[in-house]
């Protein structure tokens, strides 16, 4: 199957669960849809490609955790659902007050200074190095990632926004055209993305 036959399943099936969808429950079940349905096409194109396995990411590494994630709306209000009936009261706190913390050192940031704290400023849902929103993290948590994470930890102590990491670029490419979609159905006020603090901030 070519990129753009992929690319247009993806809209086609998008918009479809946005039409029969309750206003309401939209943005919840698009982000769920489109996540499933990325997933499944990457692992069919990674398998017909021989790249199963390849990945090198594993549980408590975190690198990439530490840099800016931008999200959609619907994506926001899947995580949003997910505090409200997975998090204790004591995650919830925490996560406010992360949530405040980020935004004091990151909103309005450039780019050079929000990497010069990047130590500080950790995603809001990364505790003891594990992720606490796993099975409905973001797109771009999904789409990012090595084929050696050492890359990963050398970009991150060195302070490099833009150094290369070698993945397989499916993930990628229809991750991001997942992300566009949702962004695209269900808009923030004035944007198609937010970065995740501003996001959740906005929501909770
Ligand atoms: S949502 Fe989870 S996977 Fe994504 S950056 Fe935050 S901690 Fe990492």
Redesign the pocket.
Known sequence: MAEGAWDAAVREVLVRVAEECPQEEAGPRLAAVGCEMGEYMVAKVEADQGLEGVSDCRKGC?W??HAQ?PVSRPEAEWLRDWMDTHFQAAERDDTLKRIARNLDLTKGRSLDERVAVWHRTP????HENV????PV??LV?RAWHAVDKEQCRRAFLAREANAEVDNTPFRNFILGVVRDELARLMSWPGNGVLP?PEAMAFLV
């Open positions: 975190g990439c955790c994630v995603c809001i849902f990364l992720c606490r929103v796993y993290r973001p948590c995740l």
